[in-house]
């Protein structure tokens, strides 16, 4: 664990320090002191994303790759979070719908509100 003490993130500073820490810890196994850091992490930064940023008003896909951009995400990350790259591949590519385990797991991963992954869109026949 790094000696660094996590307090409110008040600055783009201190937000972007710990996105850089917790890209470093995400990993982290369970029970050890980086996976607690990295708990705290995501709650700082979810609080910081909440009073700061304002999600864009796009339907809940579009969300899905904003978010995906702004992590560096590839499909493979979201496939390997939910586990099967077909059904990610066709939910992308609007030839299927978000299921709600989708919807949990992307929310998580994402940093997403899991209400604005439940919003109607139009799927491709």
């Known amino acids: 664990m790094t000696n660094s003490q996590w307090f409110l993130l008040e600055t783009e500073q201190e937000y972007d320090k710990a996105l850089a820490r ?3 810890v995400k990993r982290a196994p369970k029970n050890s002191d980086d996976y607690k850091e990295k708990l705290l992490l995501v ?3 979810s609080e ?3 009073e700061n940023r304002s999600l864009p008003e796009v339907d809940p896909i579009e969300l899905i790759k904003i978010r995906m951009a702004d992590f560096g995400f ?7 979070e939910y586990g099967d790259k077909g059904t990610v591949s066709k939910v992308l590519n609007y030839k299927q719908a978000l299921s709600l385990t989708m919807i949990r797991k992307f929310s998580k991963l994402l940093h997403i ?3 604005a992954l439940i919003k109607e869109y139009d799927l491709i026949a």
Request: no cysteine.
């Open 113 to 115: 509100p899991a209400d």
């Open 48 to 50: 910081f994303e909440k």
């Open 43 to 45: 709650h700082l930064i």
């Open 22 to 24: 917790y890209e470093e």
């Open 74 to 80: 590839k499909s493979t990350d979201l496939a390997n």
